[in-house]
């Protein structure tokens, strides 16, 4: 039988004040189907692959231009962390915001 073992130690860790933003696309799914269907498997997948780079990469742009930083890709979605900064406690809810009516701008 296969045992985990545990560490000895804890790993290190720093305790922040901040919010996550989950990123996930919208019809993700329904888009690879369509593609397929349109295009045939090898063109429809290269084109799903093109949209979805396209699209990830100007969701980490827009992470990036208001301060936050990509914790992981999971799957069609990102996870971002952004720290809370004294100065800009007006601000916080405007990234998600900016990036839901931009992203494909």
Known sequence: RLRLRR???LPAHRDIRGSVLILDLSGFTALG???KSELGDSEGAAE???RV???LSTMVERVYQFGG???MFA????????DEV???TENNGDASLHIDSNALT
């Open 7 to 9: 560490p000895r130690a």
């Open 75 to 82: 799957g069609d979605a990102l996870i971002c962390l952004f």
């Open 33 to 35: 189907e369509r593609l």
């Open 69 to 71: 930083d990509v914790l």
């Open 48 to 50: 799903f692959a093109f």
């Open 86 to 88: 004294e100065e800009e």
């Open 53 to 55: 780079n396209t699209i």
